[in-house]
C-alpha cells in the first residue's frame, strides 16, 4: 500500500529561524514529490514539484531535497515569518492519476 | 484572477438531504478534481475529470456523483447525505495530470459540509 509519512506532526519556532520537515515515503512507481503549504481555512498551494532525476529545488526561502534511494524528502524553511505558520503537506504520485498526501506537519511562527 | 472558485464555503445538511457544491475554474484546464479532507487523514481523492465531458472515480467514490457538462466547471452530488460525509471538501484543476508533469495542481478554498 502506498503510504506517505510526515514528521514531525507539529512544530513551533522562533521567528527568524531555521526548520526542516521530513517526508518518507513507499509509493512506487515513483512519479514526481510535491510539497504544498495550506493556510488555515485556505486550499494547498503548491511550493516544488520534484521529479525522480532531480535532488533538490527552491523557491525562495523554501528548499526541497529528494533522495529517491531512500525515499525521503525535506523541506527546509530558511529564516521563517511568521506567515510561514500553515500545514505543509508533502504529495507523491505513483503512475497515472495515482496520488497519496501525507497528512502533513503543522508549523507555527512566534515571534 | 479567480483561479479555482467554491461555492458554497459553508453548508449544514440534515442526514438523507441532497446537495450540489460547484467548482469553477477560470485557467481553461482539461483536468478537474474533487478531494476530502479530514482530520488526521491526508486529502483522499473522490471523482476526477480529464476533460469536459468526462469523469472517473477516484479512491472514495461511494455516496459521490460528478458532472462535467462545461470545461470550466465540476460539479460534485450528495444524492442522500450522511454524518459520514461530514468533510472539508476541495476542488483542484491542472493544466496536465497530477501525477506527471510539472505543472501544479490549483486548489479553491474548500467547502465545510456538515451533515446532522
Known amino acids: 500500500k502506498n503510504q506517505v509519512e510526515q514528521s514531525p506532526q507539529s512544530l513551533i519556532i522562533l521567528e527568524g529561524k531555521n526548520c526542516t520537515l521530513q517526508?518518507?515515503?513507499?509509493?512506487?512507481?515513483?512519479?514526481?514529490l510535491r510539497w504544498y503549504k495550506q493556510d488555515t481555512g485556505r486550499g494547498p498551494v503548491s511550493l516544488t514539484i520534484?521529479?525522480?532525476?532531480?535532488n533538490t529545488k527552491s523557491n525562495g526561502r523554501y528548499t526541497a531535497t529528494l533522495d529517491a534511494d531512500t525515499k525521503q524528502s525535506s523541506l527546509h524553511i530558511t529564516a521563517s515569518q511568521l506567515s510561514d505558520s500553515a500545514s505543509y503537506i508533502c504529495?507523491?504520485?505513483?503512475?497515472?492519476?495515482?496520488?497519496?498526501f501525507g497528512t502533513g506537519t503543522k508549523l507555527q511562527v512566534i515571534p | 484572477n479567480a483561479g479555482v472558485t467554491q461555492t458554497p464555503k459553508f453548508r449544514v445538511l440534515k442526514t438523507g438531504q441532497s446537495m450540489t457544491l460547484l467548482c469553477a475554474q477560470d485557467m481553461n484546464h482539461e483536468y478537474m478534481y474533487w478531494y476530502r479532507q479530514d482530520p488526521g487523514m491526508g486529502l483522499r481523492l473522490i471523482h476526477y475529470s480529464v476533460g469536459e465531458g468526462t469523469t472517473a472515480k477516484g479512491e472514495v467514490p461511494d455516496g459521490y456523483n460528478v458532472s462535467r457538462l462545461k470545461k470550466q466547471n465540476f460539479l460534485l452530488g450528495l444524492e442522500s447525505a450522511a454524518p459520514s460525509q461530514t468533510s472539508v471538501y476541495f476542488c483542484?484543476?491542472?493544466?496536465?495530470?497530477?501525477?506527471?508533469?510539472?505543472?501544479?495542481?490549483?486548489f479553491g478554498d474548500g467547502t465545510r459540509l456538515s451533515i446532522l
Open positions: 517526508c518518507n515515503y513507499t509509493v512506487s512507481p515513483f512519479s514526481n
Open positions: 504529495v507523491v504520485s505513483a503512475g497515472y492519476q495515482k496520488v497519496t
Open positions: 520534484m521529479t525522480f532525476s532531480e
Open positions: 483542484a484543476s491542472s493544466y496536465s495530470p497530477f501525477s506527471g508533469g510539472d505543472q501544479p495542481q490549483h
